[in-house]
């Protein structure tokens, strides 16, 4: 496993651009996220349009990636992000440079709401829905900034 990139949460958006494609899968990791409000935040994969959250509320359940994006927290879930960075999420795109199949990517984490003791478990299970290779991830939220937040990517063989 080889770290590609790595920083802090800023602004609305992250870029992550120009990934190597020399390797067999990524993982991106994301943790101690605070946001400015609750909205929802994302990955993009190749900066492809977010369609809206109503459209992707299944996909945490394994209903696909409507426009190929990664949903991490919903509005609701984010509120509790607001004021706390108890969190952190990891993702794994499988076979992301290839040209010829969709890519299957799976994620766990979790999160903890204000004032309660446990840590809500989060996962994550889909496919991209084309079969062009990943090159960019956009961590991105709507509506509001990220205060804090780290995100780390690999490249693993």
Known sequence: ?????????SGSSVALTSISGSYKDLIIQISDIVLGSSNPVYIKVNNTNIVGQSNIYSTSLGDGIPNNFIYVASSNSAWYM???ADNA???RISNYAATNAKKAIFGAGGYR???DAPIRGYLFFGATENTNAVSSLYITTTGTTFSSGKYILYGVN
């Open 89 to 91: 999420f990891s993702f």
């Open 82 to 84: 607001q004021t706390a």
């Open 113 to 115: 709401y204000i004032g």
């Open 1 to 9: 496993m080889t770290q590609l990139a790595a920083g802090d949460l």
